[in-house]
């Protein structure tokens, strides 16, 4: 554990940490180009130099290690200048694009420059090297090479991370860039990390660019609901739209997101978005939509069935729990799902692609039930008539329901989800318009927050069970996502 | 066509594989060799040579591209290589390389319609001292006026000039 001081403050850095690792510990941020912590050292940028005491050179602090009673210094006159001049070689050759450029407000040169130089280039823009503009490399990515600092954080990433290792650093000097095989593309299921990674505009997100500026953007702390990893994420939304989720780097789960799990937040303004009832195939109102659903319910009172979802939020389970206990008063209910829990891919895809397997199994404790093979043979024997559940959970009792013709009732968001054999569907509000707990593979708790409100009309899940309730003639005196958890024993 | 290493390439490289530690160190060793038979490496002899050291392409392509003495196509029977570093460029280089580019009427890094020649510029050759100085293949021609470039490239064409290769 060697002592150091760094700008006259005394640390204690772990063995093996670099100075700059040190310095974090410190609160002293040093500015880094190459650097990520997830990925090997590569020292090529030069942003990080710092004065060590008795050293001839400046020396970077991401590529040395803290060693016992060195003095360091990143705020003396020398590696001031020393960071203006690494900016300046930097921007020699960069593009006056930031008017034009999506990285802009979110951009490393842009943010340096402002923050350790400020000086006036002496290149004329006549001389700069030209690079290739623009070309989309791969479902996700747009590579600008005139952009790029050549801080190879891509190729790290992708030789490290993903192990496909498609991107190098071609040719030398001030015409190299960075370049896959010709006619390949840049298509491994991480690839959009490529973007977050890049700390200037060379490589951006098909997806993203150029539908918002990035200071327009709020964001929301979430999680992911993409598969069983439960990663956390942030959603980056303004004025009631999503336009981005991007990974909250954590110790417990995930430093990084797949590019699936990027895409989930495309259903909440997708155009087949449910904001009311449907029949069979036709759009209802959501009031005759319940009533519809609620007098198919009544008819088979006793051979009325409620199906859990490990697609839903353990409150939105916990609704339909009581939706079985208290409304329907009846024994068939199910919230036994159990689905291969582990990481897929080596990295984050998880074999179960619910969110909410473990969280069921909560309700599934506190309330029992029956086992999912149990239900599915009641629906079979046609004990079951009526089944309530939400529409991907449908997927498990798909063969009984065939069989018996037993009539279906899902909570859907988008149409697409509604499986054929539905006969009434009820919209309910997205995990990015509601809050809910989910618990991923490893029994983390994670929360889903609210980042934009839903359509008017559409409800939260518990509030359309507990409407659904009120058609049948009970009261669950639901008024919040807490409230369902009311009356259940979690052990 | 698609590009085989042949067995005799092969053999050799397990030989110059052996020398190293790990397999991949032999990268440059055996890209050597390939444009030591072909005179210039293939896209295709990139793709064969990943395969057979296990590196993903963009490695070796990307360590081709990063050495210029390794060439990418054909070259002309004799590559003309004029230095353009300041020594050079102050004992007149700038006017040999334009007398050439009028005598063989091709510009940098073309050939010869005939396959003749190829006309590259090249960074400092190590020979300031008697700049200015033009490599041939493997020799130097140092010291060079534009008469005496002239009975160069007449003797080249006439294949009077004894070239190492």
């Given at each position: 554990?060697?002592?150091?001081?760094?700008?006259?403050?005394?640390?204690?850095?772990?063995?093996?940490?670099?100075?700059?690792?040190?310095?974090?510990?410190?609160?002293?941020?040093i500015p880094?180009?190459?650097?990520?912590?997830?990925?090997?050292?590569?020292?090529?940028?030069?942003?990080c130099?710092?004065?060590?005491?008795?050293?001839?050179?400046?020396?970077?602090a991401?590529?040395?290690?803290?060693?016992?009673?060195?003095?360091?210094?990143?705020?003396?006159?020398?590696?001031?200048?020393?960071?203006?001049?690494?900016?300046?070689?930097?921007?020699?050759?960069?593009?006056?694009?930031?008017?034009?450029?999506?990285?802009?407000?979110?951009?490393?040169?842009?943010?340096?420059?402002?923050e350790?130089?400020?000086?006036?280039?002496?290149?004329?823009?006549?001389?700069?090297?030209?690079?290739?503009?623009?070309?989309?490399?791969?479902?996700?990515?747009?590579?600008?090479?005139?952009?790029?600092?050549?801080?190879?954080?891509?190729?790290?990433?992708?030789?490290?991370?993903?192990?496909?290792?498609?991107?190098?650093?071609?040719?030398?000097?001030?015409?190299?860039?960075?370049?896959?095989?010709?006619?390949?593309?840049?298509?491994?299921?991480?690839?959009?990390?490529?973007?977050?990674?890049?700390?200037?505009?060379?490589?951006?997100?098909?997806?993203?660019?150029?539908?918002?500026?990035?200071?327009?953007?709020?964001?929301?702390?979430?999680?992911?609901?993409?598969?069983?990893?439960?990663?956390?994420?942030?959603a980056?939304?303004?004025?009631?739209?999503?336009?981005?989720?991007?990974p909250?780097?954590?110790?417990?789960?995930?430093?990084?997101?797949?590019?699936?799990?990027r895409?989930?937040?495309?259903?909440?303004?997708?155009?087949?978005?449910?904001?009311?009832?449907?029949?069979?195939?036709?759009?209802?109102?959501?009031?005759?939509?319940?009533?519809?659903?609620?007098?198919r319910?009544?008819?088979?009172?006793?051979?009325?069935?409620?199906?859990?979802?490990?697609?839903?939020?353990?409150?939105?389970?916990?609704?339909?729990?009581?939706?079985?206990?208290?409304?329907?008063?009846?024994?068939?209910?199910?919230?036994d799902?159990?689905?291969?829990?582990?990481?897929?891919?080596?990295?984050?895809?998880?074999?179960?692609?619910?969110?909410?397997?473990?969280?069921?199994?909560?309700?599934?404790?506190?309330?029992?039930?029956?086992?999912?093979?149990?239900?599915?043979?009641?629906?079979?024997?046609?004990?079951?008539?009526?089944?309530?559940?939400?529409?991907?959970?449908?997927?498990?009792i798909k063969?009984?329901?065939?069989?018996?013709?037993?009539?279906?009732?899902?909570?859907?968001?988008?149409?697409?989800?509604?499986?054929?054999?539905?006969?009434?569907?009820?919209?309910?509000?997205?995990?990015?318009?509601?809050?809910?707990?989910?618990?991923?593979?490893?029994?983390?708790?994670?929360?889903?927050?609210?980042?934009?409100?839903?359509?008017?009309?559409?409800?939260p899940?518990?509030?359309?069970?507990?409407?659904?309730?009120?058609?049948?003639?009970?009261?669950?005196?639901?008024?919040?996502?807490?409230?369902?958890?009311?009356?259940?024993?979690?052990? | 066509?698609?590009?085989?290493?042949?067995?005799?390439?092969?053999?050799?490289?397990?030989?110059?594989?052996?020398?190293?530690?790990?397999?991949?160190?032999?990268?440059?060793?055996?890209?050597?060799?390939?444009?030591?038979?072909?005179?210039?490496?293939?896209?295709?002899?990139?793709?064969?040579?990943?395969?057979?050291?296990?590196?993903?392409?963009?490695?070796?392509?990307?360590?081709?591209?990063?050495?210029?003495?390794?060439?990418?196509?054909?070259?002309?029977?004799?590559?003309?290589?004029?230095?353009?570093?300041i020594?050079?460029?102050?004992?007149?280089?700038?006017?040999l390389?334009?007398?050439?580019?009028?005598?063989?009427?091709?510009?940098?890094?073309?050939?010869?319609?005939?396959?003749?020649?190829?006309?590259?510029?090249?960074?400092?050759?190590?020979?300031?001292?008697?700049?200015?100085?033009?490599?041939?293949?493997?020799?130097?021609?140092?010291?060079?006026?534009?008469?005496?470039?002239?009975?160069?490239?007449?003797?080249?064409?006439?294949?009077?000039?004894?070239?190492?290769?």
């Open positions: 554990m060697p002592k150091l001081t760094i700008d006259g403050k005394a640390v204690e850095a772990a063995k093996g940490a670099t100075l700059l690792e040190a310095a974090q510990q410190l609160g002293v941020y880094r180009y190459c650097y990520h912590p997830k990925l090997s050292v590569s020292g090529n940028c030069r942003m130099l710092v004065e060590v005491e008795k050293t001839s050179k400046l020396v970077t991401c590529s040395t290690e803290a060693a016992e009673g060195m003095s360091v210094r990143t705020d003396s006159e020398k590696v001031k200048a020393a960071r203006r001049d690494v900016l300046e070689f930097l921007l020699i050759n960069h593009p006056l694009d930031c008017p034009i450029c999506d990285q802009a407000g979110e951009c490393g040169l842009q943010d340096y420059y402002m350790y130089s400020l000086k006036k280039s002496r290149f004329p823009q006549g001389d700069k090297v030209t690079r290739q503009k623009r070309r989309a490399l791969g479902p996700h990515l747009v590579l600008d090479n005139e952009r790029c600092v050549l801080c190879t954080r891509c190729v790290r990433f992708c030789s490290e991370v993903t192990k496909t290792s498609e991107l190098e650093v071609m040719e030398r000097a001030d015409h190299s860039f960075i370049d896959l095989k010709e006619g390949k593309s840049l298509d491994n299921d991480y690839s959009l990390n490529i973007a977050d990674l890049c700390p200037v505009g060379a490589w951006t997100s098909r997806d993203f660019r150029f539908k918002s500026r990035v200071w327009f953007l709020k964001k929301t702390p979430t999680v992911c609901l993409g598969c069983a990893t439960g990663c956390l994420i942030e980056h939304h303004n004025e009631n739209t999503v336009y981005r989720l991007v909250r780097p954590n110790a417990e789960t995930n430093t990084w997101l797949c590019d699936r799990g895409m989930t937040y495309k259903a909440v303004q997708a155009g087949d978005r449910l904001a009311k009832g449907v029949i069979k195939n036709g759009l209802i109102d959501l009031e005759p939509a319940l009533r519809e659903a609620a007098t319910i009544d008819e088979q009172h006793a051979a009325a069935a409620v199906l859990g979802s490990p697609w839903l939020s353990i409150e939105d389970n916990a609704a339909l729990a009581r939706l079985a206990a208290e409304a329907l008063k009846t024994e068939n209910f199910c919230f799902f159990s689905a291969e829990q582990g990481i897929k891919d080596g990295i984050l895809v998880n074999k179960d692609p619910a969110p909410n397997t473990a969280g069921a199994g909560l309700v599934k404790a506190a309330c029992g039930g029956l086992s999912l093979e149990e239900f599915s043979r009641r629906i079979a024997d046609k004990r079951i008539k009526v089944v309530i559940t939400e529409a991907r959970a449908a997927a498990f063969d009984a329901l065939k069989a018996s013709g037993a009539r279906l009732i899902v909570f859907a968001v988008n149409r697409a989800e509604i499986p054929p054999e539905a006969y009434a569907t009820l919209p309910y509000a997205s995990y990015f318009e509601t809050p809910g707990t989910f618990v991923n593979y490893q029994g983390l708790k994670r929360r889903a927050e609210p980042a934009v409100e839903a359509k008017e009309g559409v409800k899940l518990w509030a359309v069970v507990n409407k659904l309730a009120v058609y049948s003639g009970t009261s669950l005196r639901l008024d919040s996502a807490e409230d369902a958890l009311k009356g259940i024993n979690f052990r | 066509m698609p590009f085989k290493l042949t067995e005799e390439f092969k053999a050799k490289a397990a030989h110059i594989c052996a020398r190293y530690p790990r397999k991949d160190a032999a990268l440059i060793p055996l890209l050597q060799e390939l444009q030591g038979q072909a005179g210039f490496v293939a896209e295709e002899a990139m793709d064969a040579l990943a395969q057979y050291l296990e590196l993903p392409y963009a490695r070796v392509k990307g360590v081709v591209t990063f050495y210029t003495m390794f060439n990418r196509a054909p070259l002309g029977k004799y590559h003309l290589q004029v230095c353009r570093n020594s050079c460029h102050m004992a007149g280089a700038p006017a390389l334009g007398r050439l580019k009028e005598k063989l009427g091709i510009a940098e890094g073309e050939t010869t319609k005939d396959g003749l020649f190829t006309l590259s510029t090249v960074e400092c050759l190590g020979a300031c001292g008697t700049a200015p100085v033009l490599q041939a293949n493997e020799d130097y021609f140092e010291n060079l006026t534009p008469e005496k470039l002239d009975a160069l490239i007449d003797d080249l064409k006439h294949g009077k000039h004894p070239l190492k290769r």
